[in-house]
């Protein structure tokens, strides 16, 4: 799993996620957001940010609502529909970052990628 914050300003590095973590509410509004996408996003436009997620539970639950309003930051959850990936700008910043991965030495099979 993968957080990133992208807009027409810029684009925020990736964060990414120990296979073995659970994104529950908690460890996304501390770790993910609190830590690293808002003072990212911060960085790259002020307070003057609309920050639009997807529906995943962690995303909708009442406290990560709270948080958002305890810091007047606007949040907009949306559903983004099947074909979305098609013209995603996360996808694309995702898939850029790990075909440097793949790049920067020679895998003699599959399993080295990992």
Not at 52 to 79: I, M
Request: proline residues 5%; contains cysteine.
């Amino acid at each position: 799993m993968v957080s990133v914050a992208v807009s027409k300003l810029g684009c925020m590095e990736l964060f990414f996620v120990q296979p073995a973590v659970k994104v529950n509410g908690d460890y996304y509004r501390e770790v993910l957001l609190r830590e690293k996408l808002l003072p990212c996003i911060k960085e790259i436009s002020g307070d003057n940010f609309i920050f639009q997620q997807d529906s995943a539970p962690a995303h909708r639950a009442r406290d990560t609502h709270f948080y958002a309003e305890r810091r007047q930051t606007s949040f907009r959850p949306t559903s983004a529909p099947q074909t979305a990936h098609i013209s995603n700008p996360v996808d694309h910043k995702i898939w850029a970052v790990m075909q440097q991965w793949v790049y920067e030495k020679r895998a003699n099979d599959v399993d080295e990628l990992c």
